[in-house]
């Protein structure tokens, strides 16, 4: 059984850029949550798919947004990238109404130069 | 809005000592509570969480955690550690209403537990 999966695992980008992540969830689950994680501090929710919607969010940018398709794989994007984008994003899947849990993809690493 | 503080950025333990991890977490309504674990250049593994009932909680490898409602603390305990615990662990609230959660987790900033032979 597949675990969350996320792609890629690395990439260097450049401010201004615009950068695009990619989630495919645990088999079975429908909900797809993404965070982001400085180095040194904890994950940050940025937001949160189900039923293909944007159903909570994080205080994040609009630069950040998303899309859940109907295969409830995900992807997060990010416009105009800062320096301060540089960081592990992590997506995160669980059952639509469970009680929390998640389960966590091993990340991608975005820096930004 | 909710917080999460873990009292101790670092902890260094000998192995086969005992070791706790402190929490504590701040709430205006009722939460669920967990700790994961992060090894090096990998994502986020659920130890353990209280949802409900009993307030000492047992997970994987040996941890578990007391929920202590008053003190607004969730500590994590562990009787004797292995070199393979180092790592670093965080503890998470999830706000609840009507049972459900909708997953939106509050992390603390994480201990790095560091288990030397």
């Known amino acids: 059984d597949a675990g969350v999966t996320q792609s890629p695992t690395h990439l260097i980008k450049t401010r201004g850029q615009q950068v695009t992540l990619r989630c495919s969830p645990k088999?079975?689950?429908?909900?797809v949550s993404w965070y982001q994680q400085a180095l040194g501090q904890g994950p940050q929710f940025i937001f949160q798919?189900?039923?293909?919607?944007?159903?909570q969010r994080g205080n994040f940018p609009d630069r950040f947004s998303g899309h859940q398709f109907p295969n409830y794989s995900s992807e997060l994007n990010v416009n105009a990238l800062l320096l301060g984008d540089s960081a592990l994003y992590l997506c995160?899947?669980?059952?639509?109404?469970?009680?929390?849990?998640?389960?966590f993809g091993e990340g991608s690493r975005l820096t930004v130069l | 809005a909710q917080s999460v503080t873990q009292l101790d950025s670092q902890v260094p333990v000998f192995e086969e000592a005992p070791v706790e991890l402190r929490c504590n977490y701040s709430?205006?309504?009722?939460?669920?509570l967990f700790w994961y674990v992060q090894y090096p250049n990998q994502g986020l593994q659920l130890l353990l969480k209280?949802?409900?009932?009993?307030?000492l909680v047992k997970g994987i490898n040996g941890f578990e955690a007391e929920f202590n409602k008053s003190q607004t603390s969730f500590h994590l305990r562990k009787p004797s550690v292995h070199i393979s615990d180092t790592a670093e662990y965080f503890c998470?609230?999830?706000?609840?209403?009507?049972?459900?959660?909708?997953?939106?987790?509050?992390f603390g900033q994480g201990t790095i537990l560091t288990v030397h032979p």
């Open positions: 709430s205006s309504v009722s939460v669920y």
């Open positions: 798919y189900y039923e293909e919607e944007e159903r």
């Open positions: 998470a609230v999830s706000v609840y209403a009507g049972g459900t959660s909708y997953g939106k987790l509050t």
């Open positions: 088999s079975g689950h429908d909900t």
């Open positions: 209280y949802l409900s009932g009993s307030t």
């Open positions: 995160a899947s669980s059952t639509g109404l469970a009680t929390g849990e998640l389960f």
